[in-house]
């Protein structure tokens, strides 16, 4: 996708969220509800977002966000008017528009609030960086999203993508040169989505099945993998054993099982993805399936 | 005599990707079996220890002792894109062209690696 300026877009996605922004814009802090992305090292654009209980006001919210940033990061903010092309691309949000001023930097950016799912979400764009133009900035306030209907979260960042039920929750997330991990957990489950690269050296002397046994030690009971669809992805699935004690033992256990495990080998990617699946008894198979399926590389 | 010490200047991020890394002359690197490569370069102790181990009777000559270092594949495909040529930012791109590596992940491997090299005095910057 290319923005009015001519600058390729990609999706970023994250918690609930979910926007358009130029290609070599990266992450470069990420939270549970935060995301601030960067380009060559100098700050673009900070994102925070939350559910709101109780009716939203702008203004209140500004004053709240003004009096926290006046203390914490000497940061100044005023009221600001939303120009008018800037107040279409948020379609059918409740907007607002603010001015910052920073030690360093300085800025605009708009508060957003959506009545359906009652999410209130601040963008602050970095002004005075020259990569931030105003067809950046409307062509990411009009692909802005912050809910779905299908109980689906679009999880996006760096190279990978992936699907993943709403009731499962981000726990833990890693971005390292060569690990990306993303931790989500239920009451019953935790599910892991891991990707390595590259794969060309990791799967070197070794196939799919020695690398996973390498990085994820299986009980010595293990069954061994079956090939799923082709011969680049196995997966493997760790039955309790039956009976009386054994289903009394794995209630008590405090440690949850590993029942479910999926590699697969990205050739054209050069990656390696596994999903993951820890807790007392299995995923049922199509919510496992659609999960393995939703998680790629781009 | 008494002043501070100043700091040295610190490089901007630009400026540190525009740096050539320059191999470092008493460096000597052989090939192992595995095709990875095996850096062989002196380790110069502090004078007052070269010292001190004469002393003490040690067989090492001066103080020197060879240190070898073995490169993993990764660390083998960066060494040999350093040519005294290619400045930070090209061989970042070289290498994540060769492993189809997302840009940040292979800015962030590489410039720790050579951040590595550089405190073993295996390199320099020009």
Redesign the interface.
Known sequence: MVSSNQTPLKEIAWNGIRFLAPEDWVPAQIGNHYLMLEHASAPLLEIKWGQIKGSFSHARHLRQISSRHNKSLGKTLRNWTLPADWQKSTGSFQAGGFQWQGPHFSGVGATLYCPVCRTATLIQFYQKNPDVDDAIALALLASFQDHRNDDQILWAAFDIKAWIPAYLKLWQHRFSAGYFELKFTSKAHTVTLTRWGPASILLSGRDLKGFAESVAPFPSSAPPPVFVENLKTMEWRFPQTAGRWSHLLNRIRIQPFLQQLRMWHLEEKNRILAVRVEGRRPLPPTVFDKICKGFGCV | MFRKKQPPEKLT??QALACIPVKGGHVQESRIESGEILLAYPDYKQPWLARLIRRLGSNENDGIRIKKLQLD??GTSVWELLDGRRSVQQVIDLFAQK????????E??VS?FLRELGLRELIGLR
């Open positions: 991020r630009t594949a990764l492993y189809s590596l997302h840009p940040k992940e292979a962030v491997s720790q």
